[in-house]
Structure formats: structure tokens, C-alpha cells
């Protein structure tokens, strides 16, 4: 690869063990400057632990973002400031364990990854928006920022798409585990797309077993879920960025059976 350009890839919501276990081979097949994941499910479908986010560090893994699940493993407060590289979303109230970004160097080259959580449908938190506007004006102009937006709402995300068109390099959506089709670059430059799936098991609920799930709508009572096993996807996006700039140069989506 050129070293006037960056390339990312991204794979979206990791899912329990199913997740993790095809991510390290996967990893191994896509040549790319940094390699991202979501990890806020890598600890049994819900939640990350220390253990499974260096797990996945140590299989080649440079950031793991995470998203509103993050809280769900008490014990990830501690790592979270201890790990730069494992993030929370960046607009939770000051005081709160973790960092909202990292800055990561490899081979010559350098991306900001930062992550943000949507409030439409989900918890009351910090303007994302004005948050995302804060952390533009304070980054080294000469670096490409890379964003995952957790978020519910395709229309929150989509606007943030609209906002930061130019200020990023790209941004992509995460959350709902069901990859869409958008994917695009932007007129000012920032490669798009409203979510990035999913990898883990397809034949679920969105990583879950279909049964309980289907318990739970039919009879409103709660359930124990599981992730699903079998039929693995990986699910993402690979983006070319040109270096010391906001500007992407193209965006791939990947969706992919590996298992």
C-alpha cells in the first residue's frame, strides 16, 4: 500500500466466542494498515471483559470500540484506564472511567479512532454531536479520524454522516447488527455507511438464539439468551484514506461466511 494512504478495516459488532474466534484468521486474509473491531458483545453475546479484549488485541486487533453494552462487565471499568486502546463512547459525562478516542502510530502512519453513542432511543448522555465538534477542533489537524457512531436511530446517524462530512475521514454506524447498503463517500470527502453489521452467527436474532428470542415477543416474558452457533459472517467495511487528511478515497463493504 502506498504510504500516502491509510487503510482501515472494520468489522462490525463482534458476537461472543462464535465473534471472536472468526475474527483472529479473518484478520490474517485482509492487508491493512489498522484493523478495528466493535467489541462491546465479545464476552458471552453482551459485554467485554479484560480477558477477551486482550484477547483480541493480542490476535492482531490495534482498537476495540464499544458502544452502550460496555458497562455491562463491572470489571472493564479498570482496564478501560488502563487500555487506550479499548474505547467508550466519547460523550459520557466527564469523570466516567476511559477514554473516548485513541490515537494509534503504525509503520509511519497514524489514525485517530473515536467513538461516539446515539441518545435517540437510547441513553440520555452528552450531545454526541457537540462532542464530536469539540474533539474535531482539538486534534492534530494532519491525522485521519476514523468514528464509529453506536447508535439506534438510522436518522441520528445519517445526520452525524451529514455533520462530519469533511471533519472525518470516515464514519461508520454500529448497534443494530444488521448491515445496510448505503455505503458511500460523502460530497466533502468522509467515507459513509449507517451500520456496519455484524460478525458473528447469521442464523440468530442478531447474534442470539432464535428460540428464546421468539419466546420473549410471543409471550413478553423474559428469557435467557444465548449467542447462536454456527454459520458465521463477518461483517464490515475496508476503507482506503489518503494520509495527513480527511479524505477518503474509497469504502468497501464486506460480508463475508467464514464458518
Known sequence: MPNDVVTVLFLGDVIGKAGRKAVAPYLRTVPADFKIINGENLAGGIGITASVAMEMLDAGVDAITTGNHVWKKREIAIYLMEESRVIRPLNYPPGTPGFGFTLLHKNGKSLYVANLEGRTFMSPLGCPFRSMEEFVAEKKENIPVFVDFHAEATSEKIAMGWFLDGKVAGIVGTHTHVQTADERILPMGTGYITDAGMTGPA????GMEKEPVLQRFLTMLPQKYEVAKGDV???GVVLEIR????????IRRIKEKVI
Do not use: G, K, M, P
Request: charged residues 15%; glycine residues 0%; contains cysteine.
Open 203 to 206: 442464523d440468530s436474532v442478531i
Open 243 to 250: 494520509a495527513h487528511t480527511q479524505q477518503c478515497l474509497s
Open 233 to 235: 459472517e463477518v461483517q
